[in-house]
Structure formats: C-alpha cells, structure tokens
C-alpha cells in the first residue's frame, strides 16, 4: 500500500472481515464434529451455539485478526466439547440407567427441529458414515475426553497433532500418544465388524425369528457372550441393567415380542450408518435398536434408545 508521501507502507493489508455466508458455513461441519465428540445432538447443537456467540462476542477488529475463521471456530467447539465432557462424567452420575450415545437416523431424514415447526436447517444435519458407528461411538465414550478428541480430531477429521494441542493444551508428542492410545482401544474392543451387507442379513433374520418368538433362531444368530444394554433415562420402561448372554437376551426379546402392543410396528432403519431397527407406535419412534455384528455372523452387542429426549432426529421432520 502506497502513502500519502508516495512512499510504501510495509503493514499488511487488513483481510475483509467474513460475510455471515462464510461463517455460517462452517455450522455443519462444526456439528458433526461436536456430536462425535459429545455423542448427543442436543449437546453438539448447544456447543456450536456457544461457539458462535464467542465469535460474535469479538470486536470486528478481534475477527478481522483472525486468518482463518474455519480453523478458529474448530478450536472453539472443540474446547467446548471438551468442557463438557470433563463435566459429563459427573452429571451421568445421576443419570437413571445406562447412558448410551444419541442414535441418528439416515442421512435422508432431518436432524433436530426448531421450535417454531419450521423445516430445520441443512447445516443441522450429521453426515453419516463409519465413524460415527454405534459400536464405536459406544468405544470414544470409554475414553478419556483428551483421548476422545484427539482421535476424533486427527484420525476423523485429519487435523494435525499440532492443532490438536491447541485444543487440549498438550504436546504434539502427547496428542500423538493419546490418538494412539484410543486406536489401541477401538482395536479392542471392535476387533473384527462386519460389512455392511452382511450386517442387514444378520439384522433382518433377527427381526424376522423375533416376530415369530423363535427363541432357537434368536440363539442362533446372537453370540453366547453377548450383551444389550438399554437407555430410557428414567423417562421410558426399560431394563435398567445390562443382560448378558445370549440365551437370556433371546428369551428376553421373545417376551418383548408378546407383549408387544397390536399398534406397534418393527421396522428397518438405519442407524448411525447400520443397518438397525425401530420400533414404531402408531407411527411415532418410542424404540431404536442398533447392533454389533460380527465376521462370524453372531450378533455381540444389541443397543436399545429409549430415551425420548434422544429420540428428537426421529420424531421431528
């Protein structure tokens, strides 16, 4: 830039602040971010709200600093998310039941809703796909909220260790071993999924030898070991603790299936990317199942919402 002297002004041109387009832009990868992070979409929606009154709580010449917005609203949401998670661990300790992550229905649907029935955005929506899994989602929520974030920041969403570090305040070196470290545990825990085609046989031959209470069928497709767990936080009737086994978990469906209500219908959904199913009461969600299948065919982990304030994507749109 040339001075009134003539001579040149070696500062930097200032950039032009981001139009409200731009930033906006960034909601929707910002709640796909949170939700994993969060597991809840209630909770991802409230984190990229306060992110952006943060942005919005800065001067135009605070903003007009920031070189990259995307980048700068990322770090924000993130530090929210892990406020909350460092918090989560406490407030769950009250929670009535098993807590599980927040079910998402297919991308095709809507997520969220606003108060006034108006359509929700686009921007509100989740993309699904593999890392946001149940079975894996149920994994991050073991984790420590360090570890969580950086994997979901690094492995997910490629950002580097160092951006990580400015997220959770550690090390590039640390963050290395911390996404490490949650690799080792997402090894473990899910050391051989299925494909999704076989997933949907598996799924549909259960609801198939559930409908008709065969409780030998049941047996058969489910692993000896396996486990369902329920979530109705204390606003729905469930189970309240875990069923081990396969056997038992079969004879419970089977009684699940007589007393089921003649409204009630069983339907084919996905879930989180999998194949899964829904339960249905003339024609509003009360119930969704989703599963861990493994190489073997065997169904090792069966994940029951009935929570209805986790239930909002599916009753809303």
């Known amino acids: 830039m040339t001075t009134r002297d003539g001579t040149e002004d070696e500062r930097p041109e200032p950039h032009p602040e981001p139009g409200l387009d731009a930033v906006m832009g960034e909601r929707r990868r910002?709640?796909?971010?949170?939700?994993?992070?969060?597991?809840?979409?209630?909770?991802?929606?409230?984190?990229?709200?306060?992110?952006?009154?943060?942005?919005?709580?800065?001067?135009?010449?605070?903003?007009?600093?920031?070189?990259?917005?995307?980048?700068?609203?990322?770090?924000?949401?993130?530090?929210?998310?892990?406020?909350?998670?460092?918090?989560?661990?406490?407030?769950?300790?009250?929670?009535?039941?098993?807590?599980?992550?927040?079910?998402?229905?297919?991308?095709?649907e809507w997520l969220g809703g606003r108060p006034d029935g108006a359509a929700p955005d686009p921007a509100d929506r989740v993309t699904l796909d593999e890392s946001v899994d149940l079975a894996?989602?149920?994994?991050?929520?073991?984790?420590?909220?360090?570890?969580?974030i950086a994997f979901i920041l690094h492995d997910v969403f490629r950002y580097s260790f160092a951006e990580v570090a400015e997220v959770v305040g550690r090390t590039p070196a640390a963050c290395r071993q911390l996404a490490s470290s949650a690799r080792r545990r997402v090894r473990e825990a899910r050391p051989s999924p299925t494909s999704p085609p076989q997933h949907a046989y598996?799924?549909?031959?259960?609801?198939?030898?559930?409908?008709?209470?065969?409780?030998?069928?049941?047996?058969?497709?489910?692993?000896?070991?396996?486990?369902?767990?329920?979530?109705?936080?204390?606003?729905?009737?469930?189970?309240?603790?875990?069923?081990?086994g396969g056997e038992r978990i079969a004879h419970a469906w089977a009684e699940l299936a007589r007393l089921r209500h003649a409204s009630t219908t069983l339907l084919e959904r996905t879930v989180?990317?999998?194949?899964?199913?829904?339960?249905?009461?003339?024609?509003?969600?009360?119930?969704?199942?989703?599963?861990?299948?493994?190489?073997?065919?065997?169904?090792?982990?069966?994940?029951?919402?009935r929570n209805p304030e986790k239930l909002r994507a599916w009753t809303v749109g």
């Open 30 to 108: 910002l709640v796909n971010i949170a939700y994993r992070l969060l597991g809840s979409l209630a909770e991802a929606e409230d984190a990229v709200q306060e992110t952006y009154i943060r942005w919005y709580a800065l001067s135009p010449r605070q903003r007009d600093a920031v070189e990259t917005p995307g980048a700068w609203l990322t770090t924000v949401v993130s530090r929210v998310c892990l406020n909350v998670l460092g918090s989560a661990r406490v407030r769950r300790e009250t929670y009535v039941g098993e807590w599980l992550p927040e079910p998402l229905p297919d991308r095709t």
């Open 136 to 148: 894996l989602m149920v994994v991050l929520d073991a984790m420590t909220p360090a570890e969580r």
């Open 202 to 244: 598996v799924v549909r031959d259960f609801k198939r030898a559930w409908e008709a209470r065969d409780i030998e069928a049941l047996i058969g497709l489910l692993d000896p070991g396996a486990t369902a767990i329920a979530d109705g936080g204390g606003l729905a009737l469930t189970f309240l603790d875990p069923i081990e």
């Open 272 to 305: 989180n990317g999998r194949p899964g199913l829904v339960s249905q009461e003339d024609g509003v969600t009360v119930t969704v199942f989703a599963f861990d299948v493994t190489k073997d065919a065997r169904i090792r982990h069966i994940w029951v919402m």
